[in-house]
């Protein structure tokens, strides 16, 4: 008999849809969940503590398929994946549509000034001449990253007639290599990061890659903080050596409420909240679970498949 450890929180999601004859062990505390794991061939144990998470993934000694709502597994022990043989699903493209979307907003809230317009609503001021005076259409986008997410942010930023240049290993139209992005920085309006952590990509933008962009040019990144160099981007956001900077991430998080970024008024956080503006996450996460559960059993592959070698 096939033994699960689950989440109760996503039980009454799951339990109804389960197929018959599976040994499913469901918890609520991690307290419990390192007992679940004992014994169990497939484990999804997701959490808000990554420690507690990598602490059961530890304990689960016989697990063979794990399955996560998040993306980005960076938190986990690689070793243990890859000394153990165990299959990952990850949740890469659930959360794909809501933050295409959020870059989107977040490129028209900058370009439009429309943190001032909210403001001008709060004090009950009309205002006589927009804050903002920026167009999209015909601006230059750099795509750094060409996942889920980065292969819907495309499509939407062309419908705004935004011309978008995509930085991926393999070649193609309107596309760089890893190699050659960093010499073209300059031609850019927009620098968006949608990579996956890895060694690779940790501090990918530094002091040399803001100062290589346009003084007018805007950063956003909603892949995740350590991408950045965040000193440096605060030493360019102080100076206005760029236009500006839209982050749905940060190191860390949560940002201190003494942070400088919260005072800067060419930084603009948006609390890692881009992937929950949605309410179908966990819709999607069981279905999809469920569609490989039934394919495990089946002995068929899993998708999408995280490789702990590479990071994504």
Known sequence: MTTL??????????EPRLPEGLDVRWFMTHEESLEAVKGAEIGWFDSNSKEAMAETLRAATDLKWLNSIYAG?????MDVLIERGITVTN???INA????EYVVMGMLNIAKGYREVVRAQERH??????????ELAGSKALLLGYGAIGKLIQPRLQAFDVDVTVVRRSPGENTLGPDGWRARLGEFDWVILAVPATPETDGMIGAAELAAMKPDAVIVNIARGAVIDQPALINALEKKAIG?????VTTPEPLPADHPLWSLENAHISMHLSG??????FIRSGDR???NLDKYLRGEPVAPVFDPRLGY
């Open 5 to 14: 450890a689950l989440s109760g929180l996503i039980r009454p999601m799951l």
């Open 73 to 77: 597994l960076d938190f986990l022990p």
């Open 91 to 93: 949740g890469a493209g």
């Open 97 to 100: 549509i809501t933050i295409a």
């Open 125 to 134: 001021e009309w205002l006589l001449d927009s804050p903002g005076k920026r």
């Open 244 to 248: 500006g900077a839209f982050l749905d």
């Open 276 to 281: 929950r503006a949605q309410d179908k996450m």
């Open 289 to 291: 679970f469920l569609e």
